[in-house]
Structures are given as structure tokens and as C-alpha cells.
């Protein structure tokens, strides 16, 4: 059974740091791109920050320079560091995957975990 599991959510003042983590596992041949959405309240869903099995990378507007997307491909984990936090970055924050198994590629999504930024 393959899953994705974030974790690192939680509360945190504004202009403060959180890190996230999302861990890949299961019966997997490959992984191509990685990524972080967020929605919040009443909102899309949006990307916020994608890298690729070839390391390139590229950020939502909203987060760069603030966000740090990083991957570790030994350990099929992607991380995003998030500095100077906003209130309007409040938002449940989910990872995708874009994963072989079986014999096709799949996408594949985590639970969530909840970011709350407190003014």
C-alpha cells in the first residue's frame, strides 16, 4: 500500500518558522515531481511550491522568498521550510506525489496538516 504523510503543522506568531514534512512509502519505482498545496478557508486548493526528480523548482508568488521547497530522494521525503510566516498563510497544507506503481503513474495525496499563523 502506498501512502504520503505529512507532518510539522501547528500554531505559530507571525514572522515565525515552521517545517514540513512529507514522507513518501510503499511499492514505489519512481517518483517524478513533488509537491505542497494549501487551502484555506473557504478557498482552492493551490500550489504553492513543486520540485522535480531533476531538482528544478518553482514557487507560488505568494511564498517565494519565504518558503523553502527541499527533497530527499533517499529517504522519498520532500520538506517545505517556511519563514516569516503570515496570518494569510493559515491554510491546511497538503503534499502530492507523482508516483510509479503498479504499472502507471499515479498521483498520490496526503492527509493534510493543519498551518495556523496568529497575528
Known amino acids: 500500500q502506498v501512502q504520503v504523510v505529512e507532518s510539522g503543522g501547528g500554531l505559530v506568531q507571525a514572522g515565525g518558522s515552521l517545517r514540513l514534512s512529507c514522507a513518501a512509502s510503499g511499492s514505489i519505482s519512481s517518483i517524478n515531481a513533488m509537491g505542497w498545496y494549501r487551502q484555506g478557508p473557504g478557498q482552492q486548493r493551490e500550489l504553492i511550491a513543486r520540485t522535480t526528480s531533476g531538482s528544478t523548482t518553482n514557487y507560488a508568488d505568494s511564498v517565494k522568498g519565504r518558503f523553502t521547497i527541499s527533497r530527499d530522494n533517499a529517504k522519498n521525503t520532500v520538506y517545505l521550510q517556511m519563514n516569516s510566516l503570515k496570518p494569510e498563510d493559515t491554510a491546511v497544507y497538503y503534499c502530492?506525489?507523482?508516483?510509479?506503481?503498479?504499472?502507471?503513474?499515479?498521483?498520490?495525496w496526503g492527509q493534510g496538516t493543519q498551518v495556523t499563523v496568529s497575528s
Open positions: 502530492r506525489a507523482d508516483m510509479f506503481t503498479g504499472f502507471r503513474w499515479n498521483q498520490y
